[in-house]
């Protein structure tokens, strides 16, 4: 569980029982109740569970929700898409092992993080991963409700992948950047787990 899920539990429910010791049965049906259901998806929305992070040279998904668009950028990028809806766990984790050796916040739009403008035009943070010879670059990216980035990491931090390295509070969009040495193994439509599912695998590795 992310602290801050706890925090915001904890001053909804004691809202709820605030309203519900100063009212009587009708207000707290209707005023109350709601606080304390708020409460409940905040304890689910911050869950943030173990997960067992596959071996190899792979690159792992660097958040939970489906993958949305598979877009080849140029003759050396391709970038994966995945759109984090609010019952998804945003809590993201690198994609592969590694040294930090980029993070660069940007201020922008909050569109629709299910549309592929989001990528470019949204308020973001992307970081670059250099590791056994690779660099992999992801990037959190800001929605429609979605309004902060949270990142636990900074320049030159050491990671493993499938890492824990922040969150995105409240439905998102997560892309990752991959070169021609990595074979593609997700397809738009598919559902991926942070840290768990493989992105790509190395070509020859």
Avoid at 32 to 41: C, Y
Avoid at 47 to 57: A, N
Avoid at 153 to 168: H, N, Q
Wanted: net charge positive; charged share 20%.
């Amino acid at each position: 569980m992310v602290r801050d899920g706890i925090y915001y539990a904890l001053a909804l429910s004691a809202g709820g029982a605030l309203i519900a010791y100063l009212s009587g049965p009708w207000f707290t049906a209707w005023f109350a109740a709601p606080l304390f259901l708020a409460a409940i998806f905040c304890l689910n929305f911050f869950r943030d569970p173990d997960r067992d992070v596959p071996p190899g040279p792979v690159a792992v998904s660097p958040a939970d929700g489906k993958v949305v668009a598979v877009t080849r950028e140029s003759p050396v990028c391709t970038r994966v898409s995945i759109f984090l809806n609010i019952f998804d766990v945003h809590v993201n984790r690198t994609p592969i092992s590694g040294k930090i050796v980029q993070v660069n916040y940007r201020p922008g739009k909050f569109l629709d993080a299910r549309k592929a403008e989001a990528s470019s035009r949204n308020e973001q943070n992307t970081i670059t991963v250099e590791g056994d010879g690779v660099r992999v670059t992801f990037s959190q990216i800001a929605g429609l409700i979605a309004r902060r980035i949270v990142c636990y990491k900074k320049l030159g931090d050491t990671v493993a992948a499938g890492e824990r390295i922040g969150l995105i509070k409240f439905g998102s969009r997560a892309d990752i950047e991959l070169g021609p040495e990595w074979d593609i193994v997700v397809r738009p439509g598919m559902h991926v787990s942070a840290g768990s599912s493989v992105i790509a695998r190395r070509v020859g590795a």
